[in-house]
């Protein structure tokens, strides 16, 4: 069955830290999408990034970065310098099709609660 | 513009009560869900409408009924509720579920529903 595991629970890191959340998947697909979303208290989740199961290329965007590897079926997420507003729940997404209908939908992990200290 | 409005943002409501959550997006998406959320869990998903139909009903009670009377619209009406059912109630849109794995999911604020 596919599924996604984040480990870690919650973390806490003092402002300017870097930080890194853990993501490993397991799916039976060649073909499959990875997602990060943040949830900060508000209640709305942002989308972050999308990677394809084609592309190995690490991805940074400001001072957030994302490591793919196939090989050991993850994909984590750093923070760098952490900030006050960094603070939220993050959740990692695999995209799975639904055997009756054909239609996509996402698999969640349990998600990770960064707390970042000033 | 990356917005889904959802309706009324608290919502409390006694276990014979109606109530119903909106929905809206204006982005041209052909897909929408719901999902529920408890404390410190993931979302759930509840129900998918494709191109105003319902394509996934993740085998939730009928207390919950999901209406999409137009592309731009979704509302879930509650009925006779229990307090278990109190949660944050999250709607999603996407471009369309046809095209696959490659969707992005673009999230609401949530209804956030105590159930007394």
């Known amino acids: 069955a596919q599924k996604v595991t984040q480990a870690q629970t919650e973390i806490s890191v003092v402002e300017k830290e870097d930080v890194t959340l853990d993501c490993v998947y397991e799916?039976?697909?060649?073909?499959?999408?990875l997602f990060w979303y943040k949830q900060p208290p508000s209640g709305e989740l942002v989308f972050l990034i999308r990677r394809n199961s084609f592309d190995e290329q690490n991805e940074i965007s400001g001072r957030y970065s994302w490591n793919f590897q196939k090989s050991t079926s993850s994909f984590n997420f750093t923070i760098t310098a952490s900030q006050v507003v960094d603070s939220a729940v993050y959740f990692c997404a695999l995209s799975e099709a639904t055997p009756t209908s054909g239609t996509y939908k996402y698999i969640f992990g349990t998600g990770t609660r960064l707390k970042v200290l000033a | 513009d990356t917005e889904v409005t959802q309706t009324p943002k608290h919502l409390v409501m006694g276990m014979t009560n109606k109530k119903s959550l909106k929905c809206e997006q204006h982005m041209g998406h052909r897909a929408m869900y719901w999902y529920k959320q408890k404390a410190k869990k993931p979302p759930e998903l509840m129900f998918v409408?494709?191109?105003?139909?319902?394509?996934i009903n993740e085998s939730v009670p009928s207390r919950f009924s999901p209406e999409c009377p137009n592309s731009s619209l979704l509302n879930l009406h509650l009925h006779a509720l229990q307090p278990e059912d109190s949660a944050l109630y999250l709607c999603?849109?996407?471009?369309?579920?046809?095209?696959?794995?490659?969707?992005?999911?673009?999230f609401g604020a949530g209804t956030r529903l105590s159930v007394l």
């Open positions: 409408y494709s191109y105003e139909k319902l394509s």
């Open positions: 799916t039976r697909d060649t073909t499959y999408y």
């Open positions: 999603a849109s996407s471009q369309e579920t046809i095209a696959g794995p490659l969707n992005i999911q673009y």
